[in-house]
């Protein structure tokens, strides 16, 4: 009987043993019976993140935090991912998040990209810092109190303060004022019958009529210059097309081998004669090259100025005779 007893209480407490460790596992609170594998990740604030908090992947649930750490002025988050099937790449990126203002944290890991590989068991992710809700709630508080002072400046004492001067303005003003207004009202009044300048302007039909005449006139000039801007470039079309085709005399002279052939002939013969001067062949290219050519006209020239020393006492006949003489 005593063995019964031991035994059913033995059973009992393995039982229940089993049953707190399945509890457990559920609520995420231990992990020997899931395998996966673990990652780490570094950040500067975790936001009140605490050991069996989610890790979710695009809002699923892929792992549970095991241990959080304070480590070279940083905060290490070791986590485990369930299952080494979830594609957990080396370039994906963990973030801090919170469901609420009030809510739970949790971390958030995205997919990375293609060109990152599978993340092995201890790898550590990259990280993206969140701000933090302190900050964010003092932020709120500075802009709520910033809208309070505001508020409060415009309370009757403040406001007071604020159109006094205008107020005295208008009462010391009240008389000068009162006439402008009436003149500005008997200007609009005029304006308004087609009095005077503006009102003549404003409601006499002439300057629109004036102005539409002129419109239609500046229309159909602008039309009659594009008609003849398109008439001037038909032509200038069908010129060059002339031209193209090798048509009139442009198009001869751009179109006809004659003339380029006749021109390089042109050409060649002139080079050949240059080079017969600068040999000194045919007459030109003797008189251009033979020295003696120079040595005979500066002789003539000093027969000449010797012929002319004496000419200014003689008469006609004897100078004729004179320079003759001296010449032959």
Do not use: H
Not at 73 to 102: C, H, P, Y
Not at 269 to 277: A, C, D, G, S, Y
Request: hydrophobic share 40%; proline share 2%.
């Amino acid at each position: 009987m005593r063995n019964n007893l031991e035994t059913r209480l033995g059973l009992f407490f393995a039982l229940a043993l089993i049953a707190a460790f399945i509890i457990l596992e559920m609520l995420g609170g231990t992990a020997f019976f899931r395998g996966g594998y673990k990652l780490n990740a570094l950040f500067n604030n975790i936001q009140e993140l605490k050991v069996g908090d989610p890790v979710k992947m695009a809002g699923v649930e892929i792992g549970r935090v095991e241990s959080v750490g304070l480590t070279n002025n940083q905060v290490r988050v070791t986590f485990r991912v369930f299952t080494k099937e979830i594609g957990v790449r080396t370039d994906s990126k963990a973030t801090v998040k919170f469901t609420g203002l009030m809510g739970q944290n949790f971390v958030a890991v995205d997919f990375g990209t293609s060109a990152g590989v599978q993340a092995t068991d201890g790898a550590f992710l990259q990280t993206i810092e969140q701000p933090d809700i302190s900050q964010i709630m003092a932020k709120l508080d500075n802009v709520a109190t910033g809208v309070e002072n505001l508020t409060k400046s415009f309370t009757g004492d403040k406001i007071d303060n604020l159109l006094g001067p205008f107020t005295d303005f208008l009462k010391q003003n009240q008389v000068p004022l009162t006439a402008t207004i009436g003149n500005l009202k008997t200007i609009s009044d005029n304006i308004a019958q087609g009095k005077g300048t503006v009102g003549m302007l404003i409601n006499d039909p002439t300057l629109y009529n004036t102005t539409l005449t002129t419109m239609s006139n500046l229309q159909g000039t602008m039309q009659s210059l594009s008609d003849d801007v398109k008439f001037t470039l038909g032509q200038a079309k069908g010129i060059f097309a002339d031209i193209e085709k090798g048509r009139g005399t442009v198009g001869k002279l751009l179109k006809d081998e004659t003339l380029y052939n006749e021109t390089s002939l042109a050409m060649t013969n002139l080079r050949e004669i240059m080079q017969k001067i600068n040999r000194g062949e045919g007459t030109v290219g003797k008189l251009v090259n033979d020295e003696s050519l120079l040595k005979n006209v500066k002789l003539s020239l000093q027969k000449l100025d010797k012929a002319t020393e004496g000419l200014e006492d003689t008469g006609p006949l004897q100078v004729i005779s004179t320079a003759v003489g001296s010449l032959f």
